[in-house]
């Protein structure tokens, strides 16, 4: 078994009186890769924006390699620079280039030498096929380009833990295709640990080690991704893949 990085344990999340995640609990381990499943307002965003500290959680207790997270600004500032996160949304600055979005929180928040940081972005740049772009300004980008500028600019903070959040729901199917090939990259060769939420069924079961089928807030699976492709174990998400066309 390889380590623990994420340990999650009765997780829950209101807003007012609105109880918006139940108890959940799952484990994540060292190059593992989880995909978040379930119809719309189930609740998988919300998660994942809990697990960096974007949105509070009202109890439970999650945990980064062994050590119990403390919900303080300063805490969550720390395990950012651990744990990624890519949106739908891109967030780029649209008056600074493509070089200056990625070298900004590693030189300002890391404080790590410009020059040493600007030579792993143009090597991230090639990676995804957008090294000559270094230079322009991410207002001239398509949505697949500043998706992909938004993922290095994540991956260049040396992330143990990479955050996907439909990061593919805005995007023509072109686009997605090249997306989802950087991520699956990201797997097989770099072994990156990954949480992803989605609606491309054959991406999840190509990548997925692990699936947590949500409705209503509530894990109805947590099973292992060839598993719940092949036999899940609920009704609900059986219907739910069948809707999927899968």
Known sequence: MTEEILRVENLNKFYGDRHILHDINFTLHQGEVLTLLGPSGSGKSTLIRCLNGLEDFSSGAVYFKGEKINLTDKNWQEIRQKIGMVFQSYDLFPNLTVMENILLAPTKVQKRAKDQVAQDAEGLLKD?????????????????????????????????????????????????????????????EHHMTMIIVTHEMGFAEQIADQVLFLEDGHILENTPGKTFFAQPKTERARDFLESMDF
């Open 128 to 188: 995804v096929g957008l090294e000559k772009y270094a230079d322009s300004y991410t207002r001239e980008l398509s949505g697949g380009q500043k998706q992909r500028i938004a993922i290095v600019r994540a991956l260049i903070m040396h992330p143990e833990v990479m955050l996907f959040d439909e990061v593919t729901a805005s995007l023509d199917p072109e686009m997605v295709r090249g997306i989802l090939q950087i991520m699956t990259k990201l797997s097989k």
